[in-house]
């Protein structure tokens, strides 16, 4: 049951990249990191159209929410 409560804990702080990989694309981390990261970001975003297809169906608010952030710098421009 401990692990059940410390399960949240582990994403806590993480969007689509870990703080190692933020590391990794900001240049603190090797190219060869840098570089695996960049791949494994990419195939996240793929997984990220799926969740929009999902959410556009059965949640449109949480997309709307999710596009607000997304897109919140596009608005100044």
């Known amino acids: 049951m401990k692990a059940e ?3 949240p804990a582990m994403t806590e702080g993480r969007g689509l990249l870990t703080e190692s990989e ?3 694309i900001a240049g ?3 190219d060869s990191y840098r570089y695996k990261t ?3 970001f990419l195939n996240r975003v793929d ?3 799926k969740d929009i297809e999902v ?3 059965h949640a449109p608010d949480l997309l709307e929410e999710l596009q607000e952030i997304v897109c ?3 608005d100044d421009e």
Do not use: F, M, N, Q
């Open 5 to 7: 409560t410390e399960r």
């Open 38 to 40: 960049r791949s494994y």
């Open 55 to 57: 959410l556009e169906e």
């Open 47 to 49: 997984e990220v159209e």
């Open 22 to 24: 933020r590391e990794a």
């Open 72 to 74: 919140e710098d596009g």
């Open 28 to 30: 603190e981390r090797s």
